[in-house]
């Protein structure tokens, strides 16, 4: 599967940006997808996943809260809803797909990588 990500930009903080990441293919369905992000000199990290239906979802503790994933299957589009954005959040993020069974966090879970967006937040 082909993953294009879309939607970062430069925001205020406590403004809220919606990134969305595109799939090619018709098992778009048959994936777990999730959310990574990766700030200047930091490790790749997981931001949130949510399940194959859409009804279920995990987030990393410091987006709880603040950000959404949500899916939709018809468009084969995963999408990142992020409210009161705060400096910290500034990051490169990516979106991934995995044939993991439940919602895993882990980098190594997910096997293929959208090629990032990049989301800058001012103070």
């Known amino acids: 599967v082909q993953l294009q990500a879309s939607g970062g930009g430069l925001v205020q903080a406590a403004g809220s940006l919606r990134l969305s990441c595109a799939a090619s293919?018709?098992?778009?369905?048959?994936?777990?997808m999730g959310w990574f992000r990766q700030a200047p000199g930091k490790e790749r990290e997981f931001v949130a996943a949510?399940?194959?239906?859409?009804?279920?979802?995990i987030y990393v503790d410091s987006v709880k809260g603040r950000f959404t994933i949500s899916r939709d299957n018809a468009k084969n589009t995963v999408y990142l809803q992020m409210d009161s954005l705060k400096p910290e959040d500034t990051a490169v993020y990516y979106c991934?797909?995995?044939?993991?069974?439940?919602?895993?966090?882990?980098?190594?879970?997910?096997?293929?990588w959208g090629q990032g967006t990049q989301v800058t937040v001012s103070s």
């Open positions: 949510v399940s194959r239906s859409g009804y279920s979802s």
């Open positions: 991934a797909s995995s044939r993991a069974i439940n919602l895993p966090s882990g980098r190594d879970s997910y096997d293929y």
């Open positions: 293919g018709r098992t778009f369905s048959s994936y777990v």
